[in-house]
């Protein structure tokens, strides 16, 4: 599913095939108070990721689908192999800053961040990108985890020690990106790669999520929803209920029958979050 800015009902896809089984869903919405959805994302095994752009008079609904839909060419895409590295996504992201500077005169940019499946020695990896401040997070073992980094002023003034992420949220600079593709000069992507482990649920969405539910907010809904896209709508209306002030968008991925060394797939379920005694957000 390659998608860009509607606001139309989203469904869920299963892949079936030997080993690693993914399960996912997603959607978007405008919000409350953007006339635009200038988000756009994909959704399609083996890439999952979510764009934002930014940039007036459709500029930034330009900007990331340009970069959306450089992904898709990945041939990937078509074959679903999992042979993807980050040094050929590199290449298409690359190719992406390139076409949006050609388009608007780098005038409009946008933020990329998701999680592309690969396999290296017969075991599935994640492999995270990020540029911006969209975010990717991984529910394991019950424990949400931000994987990306937000290149943004907000995160430097938080590492810096000046202010907390939670004042982060609502400063009046959150909006403000280090870093994006089609714009500015700080074009590098982060990387991260780690193995799939049975139970994982990563959690792909824009800042529309993120400035309107907390952490705490968003790790309760996904560990406690069942189905990927139940998590996807569950996250979408809590973003509006706390105000839709930006344009939302979220991709849950389940990874299960994950193959270890033996060749063997486990079947284990992933434990109730809910039922935990202590709270594991980190
Ligand atoms: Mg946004």
Redesign the pocket.
């Known amino acids: 599913m390659i998608k860009q800015p509607a606001n139309e009902p989203s469904s869920t896809r299963q892949q079936r095939g030997q080993g690693l089984q993914l399960t996912y869903g997603y959607g978007t919405d405008r919000g409350l108070r953007r006339e635009l959805n200038?988000?756009s994302y994909i959704a399609s095994d083996p890439v999952f990721a979510v764009a934002?752009g930014?940039g007036g008079h459709e500029a930034g609904e330009i900007a990331s689908g340009m970069c959306i839909r450089a992904l898709a060419a990945m041939p990937q895409l078509t074959t679903g192999d999992r042979t993807a590295t980050a040094a050929v996504l590199q290449q298409y992201l690359a190719y992406a800053d390139d076409s949006i500077r050609e388009a608007t005169g780098a005038r409009a940019g946008t933020?990329l961040t998701g999680a592309v499946v690969l396999e290296q020695m017969g075991l599935p990896y994640w492999l995270v990108m990020n540029i911006g401040?969209?975010r990717t997070y991984r529910l394991s073992r019950d424990r949400l985890e931000q994987i990306s980094v937000d290149h943004s002023e907000v995160q430097e003034l938080v590492d810096a020690g000046k202010i907390t992420a939670q004042q982060a949220r609502v400063h009046p600079r959150r909006?403000v990106v280090t870093r994006a593709l089609g714009t500015g000069d700080e074009t590098e992507v982060d990387y991260w790669l780690f193995p799939v482990e049975e139970g994982d649920r990563i959690m792909v969405c824009?800042?529309?999520l993120t400035?309107e539910v907390d952490d705490e907010h968003i790790f309760h809904i996904l560990a406690t929803e069942g189905q990927p896209q139940e998590a996807v709508d569950a996250l979408i209306q809590a973003a509006l209920r706390n105000g839709g002030s930006?344009?939302?968008t979220v991709i849950v991925v389940d990874a299960r029958n994950v193959l270890y060394d033996d060749g063997a797939a486990t079947t284990l379920p992933r434990r109730d979050a809910a039922a935990e005694d202590e709270t594991t957000l980190q």
């Open positions: 200038e988000d934002d930014m933020t401040d969209s909006h824009s800042d529309g400035s930006d344009n939302v």
